[in-house]
């Protein structure tokens, strides 16, 4: 497609359960970005790729969090053991190149809702 | 750190009208960029606006202004004739040069009507 496609769009868990959520990019994208967002409050980044790799990963808020991404494209983020305070929607976001402080290019998807019952 | 504040969590406007969203920052550093997004119902961020902290200018895009005011640290949105595609959740944000991580603001829920 020719946005940021995120699955599942929504996932309902019980607490306890391990979950994954799917980002793939805008095509040719090299940087990827993921965020959360909980009720009433804005974004709060988890964590940045550039290829592969994840130069910042200051976002994640335990080891519970973590993500990855192959063949600079496709990223999937996972949660462990899922508590009732993991539930928000999951965005992702990705960009042509690293967001040079002069752009402003991040082309996010429509997000994964998780509910953690 | 980097903190933005939204101070209004919702905001109404007739279509046509002009309306102004207010953002303040908050940040040490000399260079930073200002951006505010939209969000409607589906979910997506959408970019609007850019300012980098040493344009002179305020940015402007299409129906879009950015009011720059740099010693009080504001960024406040102008949506000049508004529509009704206008109504949307409004986050303004910030990013430190040469760091990739943006911080956002609350957010405001606009809704313009007939």
């Known amino acids: 497609g020719a946005g940021v496609s995120q699955s599942p769009s929504n996932k309902v868990t019980e607490k306890g359960k391990d979950v994954e959520l799917r980002c793939d990019p805008i095509s040719g994208h090299t940087a990827l970005y993921w965020y959360r967002q909980s009720l009433g409050q804005g974004l709060e980044f988890l964590i940045y790729?550039?290829?592969?790799?994840?130069?910042?990963k200051s976002g994640l808020p335990s080891d519970r969090f973590s993500a990855e991404r192959t063949g600079g494209s496709v990223s999937t983020l996972t949660i462990q053991r899922t508590q009732q305070e993991d539930s928000a929607v999951y965005l992702c976001?990705?960009?042509?190149?690293?967001?040079?402080?002069?752009?402003?290019?991040?082309?996010f998807g429509e997000g994964s809702r998780l509910t953690v019952l | 750190a980097q903190k933005i504040t939204q101070t209004q969590p919702g905001m109404f406007v007739q279509e046509k009208e002009a309306v102004t969203l207010d953002c303040t920052y908050d940040?040490?550093?000399?260079?930073?960029?200002l951006f505010w997004y939209k969000q409607p119902s589906s979910g997506e961020m959408i970019f609007l606006i850019y300012q980098g902290s040493y344009d002179e200018q305020n940015a402007t895009e299409g129906r879009y202004s950015l009011n720059f005011q740099k010693a009080r640290k504001s960024a406040n949105l102008v949506i000049s004739a508004s529509q009704l595609g206008d109504s949307a959740m409004y986050f303004c944000a910030m990013r430190k040069t040469g760091f990739q991580k943006l911080v956002f603001g609350t957010g405001t829920r606009l809704l313009v009507s007939p």
């Open positions: 940040t040490s550093d000399q260079s930073y960029g």
């Open positions: 976001a990705s960009s042509l190149r690293p967001a040079r402080v002069s752009t402003g290019e991040l082309f």
């Open positions: 790729f550039q290829g592969n790799s994840a130069p910042d």
